[in-house]
């Protein structure tokens, strides 16, 4: 039950928070300012978008290490579950939090994925990130590749596939500094 409970926070954890990063602004001076200086500020927003879409990226790998950590867990405590129940050991109870442990998976799953789609779409449609997209292409796909796994019972497949997923990001983020 505890499985579970943390389960259920680290899913929700895993929800895009994008949108609850916060963004550092920066004002300038209106005082006397030289060629050099304007053409530093024309980069300064570049810069910003770029450190923005850096920390995004971070964020995620952040996530999906804390997930994965804890699939390993509850992937072994499914295992076995099914395991008792096809020796038909395991009472309708466990049976039907294993039930429900494989739906927190796939949900799960799905938010990873819908999050990777959405920072696949903001780097492709950013002008200064458009270059990083290269690389993080086909993040979204590993995460749907990972909940078809899961959907079919594989979650020790499903989580390598996510580490996949996880070098793609962290090379991602190599490439940003």
């Known amino acids: 039950m505890k499985k579970a409970l943390y389960f259920a926070i680290v899913c929700l ?7 609850l990063s916060q963004t550092r ?6 005082g006397n300012r ?6 530093a500020n024309a ?3 570049a810069t910003e978008t770029v450190q923005s879409g850096a920390t995004r990226v971070a964020d995620q790998i952040k996530n999906l290490t804390r997930f994965l950590y804890l699939l390993g867990g509850v992937a072994k405590g499914i295992e076995a579950a099914d395991d008792a129940a096809r020796r038909g050991d395991a009472s309708n109870a466990v049976q039907e939090q294993t039930a429900r442990s494989k739906a927190t998976v796939k949900t799960s799953l799905e938010n ?4 990777l789609d959405k920072l696949e779409t903001d780097f ?3 002008p200064e990130l458009q270059r ?4 993080l292409a086909g993040s979204a796909s590993g995460a749907a590749t990972a909940e078809e796994q899961a959907a079919a019972g594989q979650y020790d497949q499903a989580g390598r596939s996510l580490l996949g997923v996880v070098n793609r990001l962290t090379d991602v983020l190599l490439e940003m500094h």
């Not at 602004?25 to 209106?30: F, K, Y």
């Not at 990873?112 to 999050?115: A, D, L, N, S």
Request: glycine share 4%; aromatic share 6%; no cysteine.
């Open 13 to 19: 954890m895993l929800l895009p928070a994008s949108a």
């Open 25 to 30: 602004r920066r004002t300038t001076n209106t």
């Open 34 to 39: 030289r060629s050099t200086r304007a053409s």
């Open 43 to 45: 980069a300064q927003p």
């Open 112 to 115: 990873v994925r819908v999050g």
């Open 124 to 126: 492709r449609a950013a």
């Open 132 to 135: 990083y997209y290269i690389k």
